[in-house]
């Protein structure tokens, strides 16, 4: 199965600052085989293709392909603890230990609660480039505000 990894900061990453896809470690719960980077003219449908991944209105991309936060991260993070007391809920003793039970679908709601095959590299300006599921995301987005821009390094397709 193939999925997208995108390196996102919140200002522009000149193409010498891109991670190399060789070099990207896996953050919890990710497995990747291996992974390219997609060609310059395909930047732009997969940024479309994030868009479509994220919270329907939270963002909107630009001629530039920066990215603009509109706001909703308040309304995201209601749903988010609802949908943390949701999973919990259906963990009982006798599916506690059930290999893709409840308790797996809590660790996963709780790492990718996005529920996407995305990954995203935050913190690569310390030569650390650790691939991290959705809530990586949503914890930069919970920095940022409304008119706010968050600008693509790398983008990669991985399969896993």
Known sequence: MHGTIYQLGTSPI????????????EGDTVGID????????????????????????????????SITYNG????????????????AEAITPDKAMEWTGPVHKLQMALCNPLDTDC????????????????IEFMRLVERLNPGDSLYAGLIADYHF
């Open 14 to 25: 000149s193409e010498d600052d891109y991670v190399n896809p060789d070099n990207i470690t």
């Open 72 to 87: 909703g991260f308040y309304e995201w993070r209601l749903s988010y603890v609802r949908l943390i007391k949701e999973k």
């Open 119 to 134: 990954l995203f590299i935050i913190d690569y300006g310390t030569g650390y480039s650790m691939a991290e599921r959705s």
């Open 34 to 65: 291996y992974a390219d980077e997609v060609a310059q003219e395909e930047r732009k449908t997969q940024l479309e293709e994030l868009l479509a991944e994220l919270p329907k209105g939270m963002f909107t991309l630009n001629h530039d392909l």
